[in-house]
């Protein structure tokens, strides 16, 4: 065993010896998980669903519903993040303790903008997904054009050479 190139199987591998011969002979594996389930004392569900805001105990500051105009909204909670922003700066030079209210101010609206951005990740996996199968289209197409070249590169060989020997 110490000169074999490969090591040997793991001693498990006996579970599905016959499985060529009868493939119904192997454990089938454990069927997949459905709702919630603990690991490591936590609790996790395997419904991936984007909870709201309001579940979360955050204050929507967009509108409600299917149809959102998320380009709008974004730059809208971008002008308010800048104004807010600003006023941030004219209370910490004026009225330093009161500067509280304008950092929770901020840091809702940045829980906003992150859950409409995280809204729009199924999006971004569809396009990013879209585009990654595009290229391997891309790719393979110009692998068959190769494959035909050089197909037609060795066939024009072949015949020169034939015409070679038959010349000669």
Partial sequence: MATATYPPPPPYYRLYKNYSDDPDSSPAPPPPIQGPYFLYGASYTTDDVLPGLEEQGVR????????????????????????????????????PSQYARRVE??????????????????HQARATLIHILELQIQRRKQAVEDIKRRREEAQRLLTEALGTLDGQ
């Fill in 105 to 122: 101010d901020i840091s809702l609206i940045f829980k906003n903008v992150y859950h409409l951005l995280n809204s729009l990740r199924p």
């Fill in 60 to 95: 929507q500051l967009y509108p409600k519903g299917p149809d959102i105009d998320f380009k709008k909204e974004l730059r809208s909670l971008n002008r308010e993040l800048q104004l807010n922003i600003l006023e941030l700066a004219d209370v910490l030079v004026e009225r």
